[in-house]
Structure formats: C-alpha cells, structure tokens
C-alpha cells in the first residue's frame, strides 16, 4: 500500500538540541498530521496541519505543511531525554467512503544526555 | 476522558483459536479503524467503518471480519488464527470532515 516516505530513518542527538524531520509523498493531502509512539504505547497527535503554508507549534515542536501540499516538517527544539521514541507523519485525505491515512515509516529519535 | 480504548492489551492464542479484540471511543466520533503494526511495515489498515452501520476492507483484510455495534464500539474478530496475525493491533477513531486520527494504546497478540 501507499506510505510516505519520512527522513531521517533515525537519529541520534545530543540533549539540548534542535531537532528536524520531514515527511513527503507524491500524492497531496488534505491534512497532514504528526505523531509520536513510546515503546508499548499507542500513537499519540503532536500536531495536526489543515491549510498548504499552516506553521503550527505546540510548545517545542513546530511542524508546517508544505506549499505544495505534498510535504510537511516537524521541528523539535531544545531536545529533552523525554523526547525519546518514534515520529510518524500522516497525510489524510477524502473520498466519497470516508477518510483515508496514509503514514510514515517513522523516525526513531535518541537522546543522549 | 479516556479517548480511545482497547481490549485486551496482550493475547496468545494457538493457531486455529478464535478472538475478539475490542474497541470503544467516548468522542463520538463518526469514523473508527482497525490497523496492526509490523516491525519494517508501518501501519496497515485492516478494515474501517466511515460511519455507524458501514464497514469497508482495507489494505490487509483477510482472516478478519469487524462489527460496527454501535457508534462507540467498532470489534475486529479473527475466526481462525494464524502465527502471521501475531502483530499489534490498534484501533483508531475520527469526526468526519475533521482529519485528526486518535488512538488507542494498542493490543499485543502473539499466535503460536
């Protein structure tokens, strides 16, 4: 089936530092959404994007849906340990059955302190 | 508020054995979807129901069957399983026309 392709795979970085990574596709997306997955948990939503050019924060992390709406970027700022865990993205589109999510792989971030 | 909440957490099953994993959300939300979660595959939609009364097949379908009982409760039942259903199963829900997908914290099932 259809994924997005996120980038980084993973990464590993330093507490204390900024954080970037993005998300694309081919396709274009009504709404793009960020989430993030700690061990044995559910994806939680960081960030939901509506509008091509939208820059929305919530508290650290900043994410924009790209111009041409076929991408979107995550920033986190000032890393914490407790920003450990995965990052997926989601592009969502409408049809006449309903919604429809595509994902991201997702990007396994480290911390080290 | 519990949001979207599943059960069980954790399964094994022998293959051939039968299960219901169930699924409620208490944000009367119209759309409810059932995914599972491979190491290297993402998440893979199984089946969804656009709204109360209406489900579809998604990407991975087969050996499961789903019910939409109400608008709260959306279940996903595998008839007969297999080890390649061992996987973790999330169940997702969403307002029509609002494009935010929340989940619940998934169930483990491992099928030996």
């Known amino acids: 089936g259809q994924q997005l392709n996120q980038s980084p795979q993973s990464m590993f970085i330093q507490e204390g530092e900024d954080v970037s990574m993005n998300c694309t596709s081919s396709?274009?997306?009504?709404?793009w959404l960020w989430y993030k997955q700690d061990p044995g948990e559910g994806p939680v939503l960081l960030i939901a994007?509506?509008?091509?050019?939208e820059l929305t924060s919530n508290g650290r992390l900043t994410a924009q849906f790209g111009i041409t709406r076929k991408d979107s970027f995550l920033n986190i700022s000032a890393s914490i340990p407790s920003d450990v865990g995965i990052y997926f993205c989601?592009?969502?589109?409408?049809?006449?059955?309903?919604?429809?999510?595509?994902f991201g792989p997702g990007t396994r971030l480290s911390v080290l302190p | 508020n519990a949001g979207v909440t599943q059960t069980p957490k954790f399964q094994v099953l022998k293959t051939g054995q039968s299960m219901t994993l169930q699924c409620a959300q208490d944000m009367n939300h119209n759309s409810m979807y059932w995914y599972r979660q491979d190491p290297g595959m993402g998440l893979r939609l199984i089946y969804y129901s656009a709204s109360e009364g209406t489900t579809d097949k998604g990407e991975v379908p087969n050996g499961y069957n789903v019910s939409r009982l109400n608008k709260r409760e959306f279940s996903l039942r595998l008839e007969s399983a297999a080890p390649s259903q061992t996987s973790v199963y999330f169940c997702?829900?969403?307002?029509?026309?609002?494009?935010?997908?929340?989940f619940g914290e998934g169930s483990r099932l491992t099928v030996l």
């Open positions: 396709s274009i997306f009504n709404t």
């Open positions: 994007l509506y509008k091509a050019g």
């Open positions: 989601a592009g969502q589109t409408r049809d006449n059955y309903g919604q429809n999510f595509v």
């Open positions: 997702a829900s969403t307002l029509l026309g609002n494009g935010e997908l929340f």
